[in-house]
């Protein structure tokens, strides 16, 4: 299973847009990267998902540029409810997630 | 009651007692798994069941460990002569079964504390 780096922590002021990159330099042909936000107390929650370019939804953006060696996961105009853990995951099929530490974001007012 | 469900929310123990975690997963979801987490760390892979059979048990520390889910929808994690590093919080996940990558949904998960 591909191994993935990201940051430790990161800060932000309320209404910044966060980036968070991921290096997933050994990344399968049939691998897909999965980012999970974790509240403490909580078990993670699924954001995002992509294979290759530009994923989008309600929450997040997931820029994948075309060699997949790495990944960023952008959250728009944070807020203190967006402080977590952020972990970026690959993998294929329904196979176990291999979790790393995470970023954990802190967002400050 | 849509989620994933995990009982009980918290358990403390003595060491060397047995103990059965519980957990419901979303109806018609036919993969299962379990993860630990210890403080400060990711989540670590267990078990992972495919309908009533574990298609990967290669995550469990050792023999005291022991996972059933003998109706292919709730499963119990058994730990027998719990130790002190045995305590965590135990995540239970299940998703659908394709060929996919499926987006697995977590429970709020179980504290064992073995004193």
Redesign the interface.
Known sequence: LAKTTQPISMDSYEGQEVNITCSHNNIATND?I?WYQQFP??????II?GYKTKVTNEVASLFIPADRKSSTLSLPRVSLSDTA?Y?CLV????????????TRLSVIA | GAG?SQTPSNKVTEKGKYVELRCDPISGHT?L?W?RQSL??????LI?F?GTGAA?DS?LPNDRFFAVRPEGSVSTLKIQRTERGDSAVY?C?S?L?????????????TRLTVL
């Open positions: 897909y999965t107390s909580q078990g993670p929650r699924f998902q853990v972990y993998g294929a099929g329904n196979t176990p997630l291999v979790f790393g530490k995470g | 994933v993969a798994y993860y400060g760390q990711g989540p670590e892979f992972y495919q990967d995550g995540l996940a998703s079964s394709s060929d996919a990558y499926n987006e697995q949904f977590f429970g709020p998960g």
